[in-house]
């Protein structure tokens, strides 16, 4: 009887300390900052707890990239106690639409590694939000018109297709030559997503000579090409027919 009794309480104590264990809980595990300006510094409290009944040791926390900061309060959590882990974000040279990941490793045996996302959306200065989730796209062409051979005093006239291939308003804000031998001009300057428009080109080559080399500027809201350079060239030949 003493044997059983025996056997039926090492059976219990084993049964305890199997189950005894830590268990990290995050009471949420994602977060959206926002729209925020480039150069704010934010920050988040993820607030973990421990609702095992064994303590729960923080063993290492680490961020995604240097932009981030993050600190626990406490790196040992007795059975129903909580801590907060701050992470901080500065968006000083960076812009769009950014995501970043904190990992955090206990001694969790069933989840060693947790992982902590945060969000935000960092506008230039005087920037809208819609620029930034869906921004406007210039696509041209080419970035190239040649002429070939020209006589001179003869006017000759091209045009480039170009485009708006993203999902907000894309605005030619400004278009000009780098010679007086070039009149430029755009069809539009406002164009919807997907929308068409022209570059025209008039080359009058009165009082050139030999070969020319000049460029079209175009200024656009579109943030990854903001200055878009066009080269036009021709060889002006006195007294030929082209």
Known sequence: MKKLFYTISLLAVLSISVMAQPKA???????DFGSIRQGEIVSHEFVLKNEGNEILKIENVKATCGCTAVAPEKKELKPGESTKIGVKFDSN???GVQQKYVYVFTNDPE??????????????????ESEV????????????????????GEVKSERITFMNRGKSELEIISVKSSCDCAAVSVSKKKLR?????????????????????????LITNDKQ????????????????KS
Not at 193 to 217: M, Q, Y
């Open 93 to 95: 040279g960076r812009r």
């Open 225 to 240: 090409h903001t200055e878009v350079a066009v080269t036009i060239k021709a060889n002006v030949v006195k007294g030929e």
């Open 111 to 128: 989840r060693p590694q947790s992982r902590l996302a945060f969000a935000t959306k960092i506008l230039l200065e005087g920037e809208i």
């Open 25 to 31: 809980v995050f009471s949420e595990e994602k977060y």
């Open 193 to 217: 997503p997907n929308e068409v428009a022209f570059l025209s080109v008039r080359f009058d080559s009165r009082g050139k000579s030999g070969a020319l080399t000049h460029t079209i500027d």
């Open 133 to 152: 989730v869906n921004p406007p796209l210039f696509h041209i062409k080419s970035n190239e018109i040649d002429f070939g051979s020209v006589s001179e």
